[in-house]
């Protein structure tokens, strides 16, 4: 009887973890949103704030993607940066209205398209005009040049490396000279083709995501990481210039789970 009861105890602890591992990487990890903050400006004098959102992977508006922009309005950014696979199929583009439309409108935002849009074939030019409804340029190999708080910043938008036609050359093309430069490229991998191909330009900040931090790991341990995230992972990589930030994002794909990569928001003062 004492045995029996051991083998009880052991049977239902087993099922516990496994009942918390399950609560952990289909709830836990995937809707309790890590929101990482960093100062990396110069000078203490006009900085500006950004957040980076990444791989919504969007399927519908989920209460967790309510609570991500009501506290992105409480933020008040000057600057968001969406950085790529926000949707895979062109009928997602509606949700992904619908969140962008909880978003403060007058926030300036910028997009870039990840592998996702191209390998749901995405129709880009539909995607295009919900992120205009929302004040929001999806950059394609192109730059822009903004002023604010007496500061000019250019932004470098690159295609997708593995589903587009990253063309980093394109995108800097009649790129005005500003003493700030960030690029957003949705896989980390295209950072070694960047660090070959920019010459004198001094880049500031590289902002990445498409690994999703690996999105299921063990102890450290990752099985699996998408064709062009390279040598990288997740989080800063400052050991050459450009340094760069990758994200390990919001949504998930190919399974529905996270385990040990828990979703992520990055607010940042440059």
Not at 32 to 45: A, G, L, R
Request: glycine share 8%; hydrophobic share 35%; aromatic share 10%.
């Amino acid at each position: 009887m004492k045995n029996l009861t051991r083998r009880k105890f052991i049977k239902r602890g087993i099922l516990a973890s496994m009942g918390l591992v399950l609560l952990d990487s289909l709830w836990l990890e995937k809707y309790v949103i890590d929101w990482n903050y960093f100062d990396i400006s110069k000078s203490e004098k006009d900085k500006i704030k950004i957040i980076q959102i990444s791989d919504l992977h969007f399927d519908q508006l989920r209460y967790f993607h309510k609570s991500i922009t009501k506290k992105i309005n409480s933020i008040k950014p000057d600057l968001i940066f969406i950085t790529g696979d926000s949707v895979d199929k062109t009928e997602k583009t509606k949700s992904l209205n619908e969140f962008l439309e909880l978003i403060d409108n007058s926030i300036k935002k910028y997009a870039i398209t990840g592998n996702w849009e191209y390998w749901g074939n995405v129709n880009l030019t539909e995607l295009k005009s919900i992120y205009s409804k929302n004040n929001c340029e999806l950059l394609i190999n192109e730059n822009r040049t903004i002023s604010i708080k007496n500061r000019e910043i250019s932004i470098i938008g690159i295609d997708d490396f593995v589903g587009g036609n990253a063309d980093f050359k394109k995108a800097v093309e009649n790129l005005k000279e500003t003493e700030t430069n960030i690029v957003l490229s949705h896989c980390p991998e295209h950072r070694d083709t960047i660090t070959k191909q920019k010459g004198n330009l001094n880049i500031d900040l590289v902002l990445s995501g498409h690994t999703h931090g690996g999105q299921i790991t063990f102890l450290g341990i990752v099985p699996f990481k998408p064709q062009g995230s390279g040598k990288y992972l997740k989080g800063w990589y400052k050991e050459s210039e450009p340094k760069m930030y990758i994200s390990k994002g919001i949504g998930t794909s190919i399974l529905p789970i996270r385990f040990g990569a828990r979703a992520e928001m990055v607010e940042m003062e440059i």
